[in-house]
């Protein structure tokens, strides 16, 4: 990817999308490159925070003056990022990533999101529509409660939603698994396309398994703790099925193909 760099830009606007999760849009500074979905850049998390240590955050939407990004606090610098008001300036190195999802060569895809995974499946299907790649999209979501559902983040980017919540409090009773499961048991979704995932590893590998054979490919892009943003530091990897070796998410990824991943390999 060319015109990478490091970047200062100021927070245009912030919302609150639930207690712990903030949408965060920023100007686009000159000379950012357009970059697909799947792309990620690296914030400087704190004041006089290591610029080895920064903290991945993958892009929901870029235009052209403004990039946008879901902040879920998780820990000291993410509620540093989340807190950053209107004028504030943020320092990132971007856009991040080796492999990115490529688009449905039918037009056609099914995208399962959990938690902050929802926004490299927005912008995917964001991006996509506006190019004329994406002619039906279909999002499963689930999350915790309704209240972390981020319906806000949402506008028209996709043909049909459904949603699941472990408490049952809104959608489907459950996990995001269980409802593709049963939405594809009883014919409410249509097999065939290209399935395109982001969540937990836990989530993804149920949905590996579930998916089966179904869809034309299914992609995925990994969530991991990511230090240097660029394999330098190899803290990263997932093995790969088939062979002795391991990727580095950050720099070969973040998108692989689902099956591609051993993921009992990856849970031992």
Known sequence: MTGRGRFTAHVLRRKAL????????????AGFPEAEPGTFVSFLAGEGASSI???????????????????KVVGAGSRWLAGRAAGDAVDFVGPLGGRLFAPPPA?????????????????AARSWRRRGLLERGVLLFGASCEE???RGALEDEFDETHFATIDGSAGFEGDVVSLF???????????????YSCGPSGMVRALCERAGTAFEGHETSLETVMACGVGA????????????????????????DADGIDWEGWDR
Do not use: N, Y
């Not at 037009?107 to 912008?123: D, E, H, N």
């Open 18 to 29: 639930s207690q712990a999760t903030t949408m965060l849009v920023t100007e686009r500074p």
């Open 53 to 71: 240590l920064r903290r991945p955050f993958g892009i929901m939407d870029l235009s052209a003056d403004a990039i946008t990004f879901v902040v």
């Open 107 to 123: 037009g056609r895809a099914v995208f399962v999101a959990g938690g902050t995974g929802l926004a490299p499946m927005i912008f």
């Open 148 to 150: 972390e559902l981020m």
């Open 181 to 195: 499961a049963s939405l594809l048991d009883d014919g409410s979704l249509a097999a065939g396309g290209m399935l």
């Open 233 to 256: 530091c190899r803290g990263c990897t997932a093995p790969l099925r088939g062979t002795d070796r391991f990727a580095a998410v950050c720099s070969d990824g973040p998108v692989f």
